[in-house]
């Protein structure tokens, strides 16, 4: 068996294997560490000019504040635009803080217009103002569009480069217009063919650019059987899109389903990894939480958690109370207890998981959510008579009570069956309401299954034992 301590050394072996197939070694990491202690600012700079923008954003958060605040200093306008848009929320929001909105606003016409405003929208609504007010027309005007699209939507996520042809355009005259030095369009993988009016009409992948003759004109290769995606999608279902089809890049259009620009993969991965740490998050009751987080503000994501389990653990106790006189004859009954709701707890849990998963890749449709709960009934049936026989066993072995034994079961396979039930049925139920799955359903699970477990292991132990 691997123990947490050999688990955690392999993972460190891991990491330390990746990293030292990239720049940030753990050596170089120390020496600008030091270099930064030393006020040593050509060295600073030095170290890390090699270095990609993700692992400048990886040093900076893992440096202390202080650390990292005189490091961005040292940097100033050298510090890679690109590194802000690696770094987590909250990271940036401190960064930004020791930059100063002047020198934010220098940065952002360099990154494309999706890093530009997902930082731009994470300020306040001062600072903000600031640094728009600092920005260029060009820039300024695409921002505050972008920020007039609903939040977590296809508008906020996309960004504006996109290349255009029209469909009488030659390959040849693609490339070379492709090739002008004054056209900067940044990373793409697809060519979009429209109209005069930016309607869509076919779309070009680069690779089919490349190994097409000169002379044939884009109409002719251009692939007519594309998706678009309109400007005010949630950004879950994005991802979801791309999840499904496979898909690297693809345009996105205003409600006159006219090209205003395009998402692609990697800003899809950034949603993906958000909306599961959400999940995750949310299922263990810690809100928005990372190393960084002051003291206040973790106890303000957990105490509101613990507190409504305070609550739900308080229910199940008054039930128990209900059988305190028959607690008091049987000693055993006090020590199989915990057996019978950590088990139902357990199964509850799997079961929900499961179902926040299918939830949130929208696989559950009405079809998908009744065979989902009726293979998790039979799975909990199943479950129910391995753990129903395991337990009364050991309470025999235990006690030498057969009846003991019986009511234990009995207790065991009610508690499974009804773990799998609600598993299923609460999240469905949450979802159908309009409540976060995520959020809400463990809470319900642990109360229905401790309450349940308790209620029927003791009621059958007062009926049949006492």
């Known amino acids: ?79 890679d635009a690109e590194t802000l848009a690696h770094l987590d929320e909250q990271t940036r929001d401190e960064i930004v803080d020791v930059m100063g909105m002047a020198a934010l606003a220098r940065q952002l016409p360099d990154l494309p217009t999706d890093d530009a405003l997902n930082i731009v929208e994470e300020l306040e609504q001062d600072e903000r103002d600031d640094v728009l007010a600092a920005l ?50 940044g990373d793409f993988y697809l060519i979009f063919v429209i109209d005069p009016t930016r309607h869509v009409l076919g779309e070009v992948r680069l690779s089919t650019l490349l190994c097409t003759q000169r002379p044939r004109r884009m109409s002719e290769i251009m692939d007519a059987d594309f998706r678009l995606i309109p400007v005010t999608m949630d950004q879950e279902e994005v991802a979801s899109l791309f999840r499904h089809y496979g898909m690297v890049s693809a345009g996105v259009v205003d409600e006159d389903n006219r090209l205003v620009g395009m998402v692609t993969i990697d800003d899809v991965i950034d949603v993906i990894d958000e909306e599961a740490e959400e999940d995750l998050m949310a299922l263990a009751g810690v809100g928005e939480a990372s190393l960084r987080s002051s003291l206040r503000e973790t106890m303000q994501g957990r105490t509101g958690w613990l507190a409504i389990n305070l609550i739900t653990a308080v229910i199940a106790s008054m039930v128990i109370g209900l059988f305190d006189a028959t607690i008091e004859q049987l000693v055993a009954l006090a020590v199989l207890m915990p057996i019978v709701a950590s088990m139902g707890g357990n199964a509850g849990t799997q079961t929900v998981t499961v179902a926040v998963r299918a939830i949130a890749l929208r696989q559950l449709d009405n079809l998908a959510a009744w065979s989902f709960v009726r293979r998790e009934l039979l799975v909990s049936f199943l479950n129910g008579i391995i753990f129903a026989s395991l337990a009364s066993g050991l309470s025999y072995v235990w006690f030498g009570n057969v009846d003991i034994a019986m009511v234990m079961a009995v207790a065991m396979f009610a508690n499974l069956i009804v773990a799998g039930l609600s598993g299923t049925i609460v999240p469905l139920g949450l979802l159908r309401l309009g409540v976060d799955p995520a959020v809400a359903s463990s809470v319900f699970i642990t109360t229905i299954t401790d309450v349940v477990g308790f209620f029927v292991f003791l009621g059958l132990a007062a009926l049949y034992l006492i």
């Open 1 to 79: 068996m691997v123990n947490n301590q050999d688990m955690s050394e392999r993972k460190d072996d891991a990491v330390g294997r990746i990293a030292s197939l990239y720049g940030l070694t753990p050596k170089v990491e120390t020496a600008i560490n030091q270099a930064v202690m030393d006020d040593e600012k050509r060295r600073a700079r030095t170290l890390m000019a090699p270095l990609h923008p993700a692992d400048q954003a990886d040093l900076i958060e893992r440096l202390p504040l202080e650390v990292a605040g005189k490091l961005v200093r040292m940097l100033g306008d050298d510090l």
């Open 136 to 185: 260029p027309a060009e820039d300024r005007i695409l921002v505050e569009e972008g920020l007039s699209f609903p939040e977590d939507s296809a508008g906020r996520l996309m960004q504006r480069e996109v290349v255009t042809v029209p469909s009488f355009w030659t390959v040849g005259q693609t490339i070379d217009f492709l090739r002008n030095e004054e056209h900067d369009v």
